[in-house]
């Protein structure tokens, strides 16, 4: 890890305290935050209007972000941008930029590695390496937005490496650091963040009461099945977590987004389907469905075209607002992890196998 303080993660606050501490006047900790967060300044020497000394004194004892673009990857088919990022400490994470009719879309990740150990998912190969910063996590859609300059990012995902409720207070502060009025300025109603279904998360971003759309993935309709493709099913069954969903609307009144992996002949039964109708019966929510993106180290497959119709067919006669979701970058491997995997050996999450076109 560096021993240098991030302080991208810093709020306008702590950088005025800092700099203070510092013996510098407390006006330069807001130029220095609009200079991070407003013009994504990717270097100290950047700020211009700092003095020169000041400049080569944080140079010397800060860093910004800790984050860079090692490799990136654009579509032909449809100009999603697959990226490898640096992080601290020689880590790579993985993030995509979708392009969407109703803007671009940023995915990133949460964390180096995850621990949920569901098995149809490869993040968990490896386990959980470490969380990553607040700072990281903003260097990632920042070193993305000046890679896109000037075209822009409407839309950020949690969806990418990582469960982000495994993160919570560093994505707590990312959240607000991202959405911060002098900075970067992006509504949380352009963010999306996406759980594996940790309850107690689920409880406390509740009461953050943060305007985001949560996407929980359920991916089975009994607990036997959940419990055994997704461990976090063994200590919350599927009422503890519908409970917590429940209580999320009715804290936030921002309507729940469910994801359904397609796994062949695991969930994917007419069955599965009458019984999924019967579980969202009642909640205020929105259901995608994404056909499992197979990988070679889990023994599971992804159902036909023609069963996945029938499947979605199903759900929409029994009354459920679903959408299938569209695949992109199908030419650059755009599955979170496949990248990962040709840099470090070892293959990353599968969460986001298939990206929506719709939040």
């Known amino acids: 890890m560096s021993a240098k303080t ?7 606050e702590e950088l005025e305290a800092l700099l203070k501490g510092l013996g510098e006047p407390g006006y330069r900790a807001e130029q220095i935050f609009g200079w991070l967060h407003g013009k994504l300044a990717a270097s100290f020497d950047e700020m211009t209007n700092l003095p020169g000394p000041l400049r080569t004194r944080l140079k010397e004892t800060f860093e910004i972000g800790g984050v860079n673009i090692q490799k990136r990857l654009v579509s032909s088919i449809d100009g999603t941008v697959k990226y490898l990022y640096g992080a601290t400490g020689g880590d790579v994470i993985e993030g995509a930029l979708m392009r969407h009719r109703h803007g671009n879309s940023l995915c990133i990740s949460s964390q180096v590695g995850c621990r949920m150990a569901c098995a149809f998912c490869a993040s968990t190969l490896g386990g959980l390496a470490r969380n990553l910063t607040p700072g990281e996590m903003l260097g990632q859609v920042y070193a993305s937005a000046r890679d896109l300059n000037p075209d822009k990012i409407g839309s950020v995902v949690l969806m990418g490496i990582g469960e982000p409720l495994d993160n919570f207070e560093s994505v707590c ?19 999306s963040l996406s759980t594996c279904g940790l309850v107690d998360g689920i409880y406390k971003l509740a009461e953050k009461n943060y305007p985001l759309t949560l996407s929980v993935s359920l991916h089975a309709i009994n607990d036997d099945t959940r419990s055994r493709i997704m461990p976090v099913n063994r200590g919350h069954n599927l009422a503890d977590l519908m409970a917590a969903c429940r209580d999320y609307f009715a804290k936030t009144g921002r309507r729940i987004s469910f994801e359904y992996c397609l796994i062949l002949g695991e969930n994917d039964s007419p069955a599965d389907a009458l019984a999924l109708a019967g579980l969202l019966k009642g909640q205020n929510c929105h259901l995608n469905l994404i056909p499992l993106n197979s990988v070679s180290e889990r023994n599971f497959a992804r159902p036909s075209p023609a069963g996945v119709r029938a499947f979605q067919t199903e759900l929409e006669q029994l009354g459920i607002s679903v959408t299938l979701r569209r695949e992109l970058g199908a030419d650059i491997a755009a599955a979170c992890g496949q990248l990962r995997n040709g840099s470090e050996q070892i293959t990353i999450n599968n969460d986001c196998a298939a990206f929506g076109d719709k939040l």
Do not use: I, N
């Not at 991030?6 to 306008?12: E, H, M, V």
């Not at 991202?178 to 109603?189: A, I, K, N, W």
């Open 173 to 191: 502060r990312f959240l607000e650091l991202l959405s911060h009025p002098e900075g970067f300025g992006l509504s949380l109603r352009r963010v």
């Open 6 to 12: 991030d302080l991208l993660g810093l709020t306008p």
